[in-house]
């Protein structure tokens, strides 16, 4: 089937000829030892690009994004069961965040007819690598109180400021740049989302080195940039509209319940579940009764998040649940990695912190990264003050700056 055909298969067909097409196209792997993708490598943005030409000139491409903009407009059930069928099999994970399941996720929501056709239709492609650029130096976990600045000159849009914390943006094409434009009004109210190109001269852009190693994010010093209406994304002074649903999608693709993911599995081996039979054993504590408690306690957290995405996806999608509770998805994701992580600690002790990735006593590493779970996506405590508000109802937290012109408040800048 053409990414212009009328869908007529049964998703059991679909997964049938996915299952040929993979066979007979895409790098068959060992999906307990995938090969490593380092998101701070150029080659591995490279190599996802060319995979995701693959699934596209195949037809497997945004199975669950619109026709009109590239994709094939089917049912989650139908990318269900291509993720299924693709397990054993190379596949250009890193595309899925925040290029797909965030970025193009919120151009489909709130995106002009145009910026669909051209951006979601050249992701899908593997053109364009699309990256989020909202956290600021100065912001903390406040993203409405972004200090950036675009002012109108003429017909162009001019944008001075600094993003930090943005994840694989040196990778990127465009990056959605939340931007003040309005600074005589209440914060949320003066914001405005534009796609900027990461190439343009006015920005410099730095690798920012972790604790880990990694080189992945990165910080970025807007000098001047202009761009076009044609840039906005949403409306003028409504940008926060925009950055609520790429909240949403956010919470949603970190805790691993979007429709738009392609592909399932680890990326190169970064997320493979911990094997706590096999760690037991290589440390000489499988009859440690202590120790397999704990296990069975992680393992059942695993499988409860197993449950939870499916039941909370389906409701969001179906209107059961309001949109806002995908962030519960997204907070016992975070629970369960920390869980999994401090048990692997646990059980390897001074082994964990000697270990290299791939002999699975690599645990040290993996707690290096662990808090960041409790990060992306907004933190864990923002994650339960929405659920307290917008799910379950509780009154507001209290603000002082709330009503207040953002020109009147105290911010980064001060």
């Known amino acids: 089937m053409t990414h212009d055909q009328t869908p007529t298969e049964s998703v059991a067909e679909f997964a049938a000829r996915a299952r040929v097409w993979l066979a007979d196209n895409m790098p068959p ?11 701070d490598d150029g080659d591995a943005w490279k190599r996802a690009r060319e995979l995701q030409k693959r699934l596209y000139e195949g037809g497997f491409a945004g199975i669950c994004f619109p026709r009109e903009y590239g994709g094939l407009g089917l049912d989650y059930t139908y990318q269900k069961a291509f993720d299924d069928e693709s397990l054993c099999y190379e596949l250009p994970l890193i595309l899925n965040i925040p290029t797909f399941t965030i970025c193009c996720a919120t151009l489909l929501d709130t995106g002009t007819e145009e910026q669909k056709k051209q951006h979601i239709a ?4 593997g053109d364009e690598v699309l990256v989020q650029l909202l ?3 100065s912001g903390g976990s406040d993203l409405a109180g972004v200090i950036t600045r675009a002012e109108r000159r003429g017909d162009r849009w001019v944008i001075n400021g600094a993003k930090t914390w943005s994840t694989s943006a040196f990778a990127a094409d465009y990056g959605l740049c939340l931007a003040r434009t309005n600074w005589d009004v209440p914060k949320h109210e003066g914001l405005t ?10 920005i410099t852009l730095r690798h920012i080195t972790m604790l880990s190693g990694s ?3 990165c910080e970025e010093f807007f000098d001047g940039v202009d761009v076009g209406d044609d840039a906005v994304v949403g409306e003028v002074n409504g940008g926060w509209a925009v950055a609520s649903r790429q909240l949403y999608h956010e919470r949603r693709a970190v805790g691993q319940g979007s429709e738009f993911a392609s592909g399932s599995g680890s990326e190169g081996g970064n997320a493979n579940p911990i094997d706590y039979v096999a760690l037991l054993a290589k440390t000489g504590q499988a009859d440690n009764e202590r120790l397999r408690e704990m296990a069975g306690r992680a ?6 998040a197993e449950q939870l995405i499916e039941h909370v996806s389906r409701n969001v999608r179906d209107g ?6 995908g962030t519960l998805i997204r907070l016992f994701h975070a629970e369960t990695v920390q869980v999994d992580v401090d048990t692997a600690v646990a059980v390897a002790g001074a082994a964990g912190v000697v270990g290299e990735a791939g002999d699975g006593l690599e645990a040290g590493l993996r707690y290096l990264v662990r808090q960041s779970v409790a990060i992306g996506g907004g933190t864990t405590e923002m994650a339960r003050n929405v659920i307290g508000e917008r799910v379950l109802g509780f009154p507001r937290e209290y603000a002082a700056d ?3 012109p953002f020109n009147q408040v105290r911010h980064g800048k001060d």
């Open 402 to 404: 709330r009503g207040v």
């Open 299 to 304: 393992l059942v957290h695993r499988a409860v």
């Open 135 to 137: 956290s600021e130096p």
């Open 320 to 325: 059961v649940l309001p949109p806002a509770a």
């Open 193 to 202: 989302m534009f796609l900027v190109p990461i190439d343009h001269p006015g």
């Open 215 to 217: 080189t992945e994010f």
């Open 29 to 39: 792997i060992d999906p307990d030892s995938p090969p490593a993708a380092p998101r």
């Open 122 to 125: 050249a992701a899908l492609r």
